[in-house]
């Protein structure tokens, strides 16, 4: 007679599956990788008034008033910022948004991005 508590497969014996079931626990699931991210840089030049390009970070790239000068006068005494890391399409956005808002001022602003 068997104990109330034994299993009713003996020890070692696996239950069965069939091969469907067998190939699934073994395939892995491949990992999704982040996209790259890109720095939006903003750099210096010695013509575009400190005013604009606080307005710039203000509405471009939502920065506080405080942030944006703080970015500012990192681009004018270092000659460059990174002002943000986005994905591709959103650094090339604003890329584009930055030197278009330049170019309707005539102010000779640059703004490029780099893969990080």
Do not use: W
Not at 15 to 40: G, H, I, W
Not at 75 to 97: L, M, N, P
Request: hydrophobic share 40%; aromatic share 6%.
């Amino acid at each position: 007679m068997r104990p109330p508590f034994a299993h009713p497969f003996q020890l070692g014996d696996p239950p069965s599956r069939n091969d469907e079931d067998a190939d699934l626990a073994v395939k892995t699931r491949p990992r999704t990788q982040r996209p790259p991210l890109y720095k939006v840089l903003l750099l210096n030049d010695d013509f575009t008034p400190m005013e604009f390009v606080v307005q710039v970070l203000e509405r471009i790239f939502g920065m506080t008033h405080a942030q944006a000068i703080e970015i500012m006068l990192t681009v004018h005494r270092k000659g460059v910022a990174v002002v943000g890391v986005f994905s591709h399409e959103i650094a090339e956005t604003k890329v584009a948004q930055v030197m278009e808002l330049a170019r309707r001022q005539q102010h000779p602003l640059q703004c490029t991005m780099e893969k990080e």
